[in-house]
């Protein structure tokens, strides 16, 4: 397959999304930086017609027969891209909350070569509409995990909880989510550990309008705290070198923090696929097509 021919799989997890999934699928560019791109919706046991809504919008589907969690639909997608054999991977949520058509800033320090797995940060200075209740979680959470990747140069993570990431190939090959609850969190710990390289870029945010939010910060704490328990104990030690800098990139500016590779001892990056739920799952399906798992 030509480089410039590779798509950019963007995969949206959605339970229970009917009301929006159309919209953002609509709203996502079908071409960027020369990429054609391919939309995969990871229905995940959605019990109202997400899946119906998606394939009308355009987008394949990949149906989970019961809901798994939010780990676990990306898990899914992570599988589609690499079998797919994208130029990059993206992730946002179907329910409205993130710009689709910032896609560009996503995946362009990633096309250039300058980042392997890219956040798109809520708190790096474009317009954000959050509740105060949930401003004050993600900021603590933030800090939390910013503590800990600090063992591996990254000084400036701003955004530990968002819902809008993209990944090279080569970091989803490699990329393990030890639970299916989430995967914010143990993913970045899982990417950082094994060398990749990291960056945030400003996205903006918007307010949810149908639907409920799966985290309440009680039950999250009581899931993700034990999976990132388990994730750093997983990790492998490492001797690090890493370089911080910004990153100048005319479509996606202020790329904020980097982490660049270093030596690897225990997991090897690059060699361990996204663990599907089930034997056969993340087949490459065609635009418009439903897979069920």
Known sequence: ???????????????NEEPTVGAVIRRTPREVLGHPVEVVVVDDGSAD????AALAAGATVHAHGVNRGLGAAVRTGLAIGVDRGAAAIAFLDADGEYAPVELERLVAPILAGRADYVAGSRFAGMPRRMLPHRWVGNRVLTIGVRVLVRRWGVRDLTDAQSGYRALSWRAAAAAEI????????????????KGFRYAEVPISYGFRRHGQSFVHLGPYLRRVVPAVRRELASSPTRATSTACVPVDDGA??????????????????????????????????????????
């Open 49 to 52: 017609d997400t899946a119906a």
């Open 252 to 293: 996606a500016p202020d790329v904020v923090t980097c982490a660049a590779a270093s030596a690897h001892h225990g997991r090897a990056a690059g060699a361990v696929r996204p663990r599907a739920a089930h034997a056969g799952e993340g087949a490459g399906v065609g635009a418009g097509s439903l897979s069920l798992s």
């Open 1 to 15: 397959m030509p480089h410039m021919s590779r798509p950019i799989v963007v995969v949206f997890p959605a339970f």
């Open 178 to 193: 030890v639970h299916d609850f989430n995967y914010a969190q143990v993913l970045t710990l899982d990417l950082l550990a």
